[in-house]
């Protein structure tokens, strides 16, 4: 098959903006390659492309101005809206060249940022939208107040989800969400988990579980409210308390929005000997990311919602003990007591109960590891996924 991905990230400087959807699309599109297909990588100019196979096509695209009324309109709305309106178009440009030299199958595009609204219904290819997560839901989880601007962009992103022949989801939960958001009857957004290669972090050694030294506990994410800011700020003390050993490591954005104010209520709630135990990095590049999961000894993710994490999958790739929020996304990936430990959003009492018992138990944190590893190996292989990929397209295709 000829198959486009489509990646809409703008990463900052050092490989710091990657985020869930390039790393997405690189690995599926090294996987589809791999598996014998034609793939091209389509990326925002400016993006990276780094992790991708020889065979991979890689190609960027630019913002082209929309037409002057559509122009005028759009700013009516929002410069967000006329920006995202002119990528789409650009995008929409090199696709049509890459299909007049190689007559195209498939071109996924994800709902972020209403990427697919300048890309007709009918096209002599056929366009699949994927959901990561829409705005107005993110929104909503961070409690953000609703303007005039925030509602037309909620409306922009659900118009071009309309332009798709097919949608695909990594989670049964989001997928429930955008069945009754979007009134898409639910039997036609396929649930394809997303795809993680563990090659990078089982080169490199990690730390041996010794109950006697420092247990580090990982955060990675950015810090606001839905990726669970609240919740840390409300329990942090509570877990610092649960043994001198424990230190806790932010690594992930708080120098943006709601970000800067978890951080500094957690700083400021702290007293001097407990902020010596813990760390905010922002930002990490990916190489050290790597090296930050496998030096840590347990992983946590207190999401309200997540839609099939890359930062969970990136922790169990490297042999991490997980603890998550009892929620959707995150339960679906972690089983209690055997490839993790789950906690309610409403019990920071027992999210401490949890922590204390792996930091108590290293043989229990060695175990579950080791199991959350072969439930990445098994159900998130890239491999696997590609082919589950593959049979979606096809079906796609031949209707």
Not at 47 to 55: G, V
Not at 156 to 168: N, T
Not at 313 to 325: F, Q
Request: with cysteine.
């Amino acid at each position: 098959m000829n198959i486009v991905l489509i990646n809409p990230e703008y990463p900052s400087l050092h490989d710091r903006g990657h985020g869930g959807i390039a790393t997405y699309v690189y690995t599926m599109a090294n996987a589809l390659s791999k598996a014998g297909h034609s793939t091209h990588v389509l990326a925002r100019k400016g993006t990276d492309s780094y992790a991708l196979c020889n065979t991979v096509e890689f190609h960027t695209y630019d913002f082209v101005p929309p037409a002057r009324f559509v122009a005028w309109f759009y700013r009516l709305l929002s410069d967000k809206i006329y920006w995202e309106r002119g990528c789409s178009k650009g995008a929409f440009q090199v696709v049509m060249e890459i299909h007049k030299q190689e007559s195209l199958d498939i071109v996924e595009i994800p709902e972020y940022n209403g990427l697919a609204t300048c890309f007709p219904k009918k096209t002599p290819f056929s366009t699949v939208v994927t959901f990561h997560t829409p705005t107005v839901l993110i929104d909503e989880w961070n409690q953000r107040s609703v303007t005039f601007s925030q509602r037309a962009w909620y409306s922009y992103e659900q118009r071009a989800i309309k332009k798709a022949k097919a949608f695909r989801c990594p989670s049964k939960s989001l997928t429930e969400k955008i069945a009754q958001l979007y009134r898409v009857d639910q039997k036609i957004i396929s649930v394809i988990r997303n795809p993680i290669s563990t090659e990078h972090f089982d080169s490199i050694k990690s730390n041996p579980v010794k109950s006697d030294t420092n247990c580090e506990i990982l955060f990675a994410g950015r810090l606001e409210r839905r990726k669970g800011g609240e919740i840390m700020q409300q329990s942090i003390k509570r877990i610092l308390e649960i043994n001198d050993a424990i230190q806790l490591t932010f690594a992930g954005e708080t120098e943006i929005g709601s970000s800067v104010d978890y951080r500094q209520m957690i700083e400021r709630s702290l007293s001097e000997e407990e902020r010596k135990r813990v760390w905010f990095l922002g930002a990490v590049n990916r190489d050290d990311l790597v090296l930050l999961y496998r030096r840590s000894d347990i992983f946590l993710i207190p999401s309200l919602f997540e839609n099939g994490p890359y930062s969970l999958l990136e922790a169990m790739s490297a042999r991490l003990p997980v603890i998550g929020a009892d929620t959707g996304g995150i339960n679906e990936v972690i089983v209690e007591g055997e490839t993790g430990l789950l906690f309610p959003l409403d019990s920071a009492e027992i999210l401490c109960e949890k922590i204390k018992l792996l930091v108590d138990k290293p043989d229990l944190r060695k175990k579950l590891a080791n199991a959350a590893y072969a439930h990445i190996t098994k159900h998130h292989a890239p491999d696997c996924i590609a082919a589950q990929s593959l049979e979606f397209y096809q079906n796609v295709v031949s209707k």
